[in-house]
């Protein structure tokens, strides 16, 4: 069964920083790309940004609003994905959800998420 | 960026009614096309992908249509734990992006 299990979220203040990471288990993480998606409080869903497998280059891309501030990396040894986020501002309070990719062809979606970890920017 | 409309943001319906939630690429986007549902304070899960494809374990009254621009997610029969809110999202080029969301309430 695959898991994912979030961590390091919190309060912080505008300008601050923080790194979240995601626990994985259950599939073979290496050959998995995974995506971080957010949710403002009461909002709808935001993709952040993901990062391919190693085998793929381990490339990232990134949603504008984060492109520059947050880094998304993984380490495979430890199975664990991680997002690195730089001069934060309010309006990237929200639950972090790290989630894997899956896919059919060039058909991907996102078909396992983790529980959530709220990052609040305050000051 | 693509953007993702959906429609309606929210509506009421009773056990049992047959829904049905539209979703609207702005752009061309072929199949790629996926259906989330979320219940309150809890992650989203995967309903459909590529547009029409039930995920494994999900019950047959949901099922998805369309490609192109337009897209559908019918539930054929509204069961008591249909109520939730449900999101469409575009895979057809990044950045990835979602539809606002329909909210499916008890009448």
């Known amino acids: 069964e695959v898991q994912l299990v979030e961590s390091g979220g919190g309060l912080v203040k505008p300008g601050g920083s923080l790194r979240l990471s995601c626990a994985a288990s259950?599939?073979?993480?290496?050959?998995?790309?995974m995506s971080w998606v957010r949710q403002a409080p009461g909002k709808g869903l935001e993709w952040v940004g993901r990062?391919?497998?190693?085998?793929?280059?381990?490339?990232?891309d990134y949603a504008a609003p984060v492109k520059g501030r947050f880094t998304i990396s993984r380490d495979d040894s430890k199975n664990t994905l991680y997002l690195q986020m730089n001069s934060l501002n309010i309006e990237d309070t929200a639950v972090y959800y790290c989630?894997?990719?899956?896919?059919?062809?060039?058909?991907?979606?996102?078909?396992?998420w983790g529980q959530g970890t709220l990052v609040t920017v305050a000051s | 960026d693509i953007q993702m409309t959906q429609s309606p943001s929210s509506l009421s319906a009773s056990l049992g009614d047959r829904v049905t939630i539209t979703c609207r690429a702005s752009?061309?986007?072929?199949?790629?096309l996926n259906w989330y549902q979320q219940n309150p304070g809890k992650a989203p899960k995967l309903l459909i992908y590529?547009?029409?494809s039930l995920q494994s374990g999900v019950p047959s009254r949901f099922s998805g249509s369309g490609s192109g621009t337009d897209f559908t997610l019918t539930i054929s029969s509204l069961q008591p734990e249909d109520f939730a809110t449900y999101f469409c999202?575009?895979?057809?080029?990044?950045?990835?992006?979602f539809g606002g969301g329909t909210k499916v309430e008890i009448k």
């Open positions: 989630t894997k990719e899956d896919s059919s062809g060039y058909f991907i979606w996102f078909g396992s």
């Open positions: 259950g599939f073979t993480f290496n050959n998995a790309w």
């Open positions: 990062i391919k497998s190693k085998t793929d280059g381990e490339t990232t």
């Open positions: 752009q061309s986007i072929s199949s790629y």
């Open positions: 590529a547009a029409s």
């Open positions: 999202q575009q895979s057809y080029r990044t950045p990835l992006t």
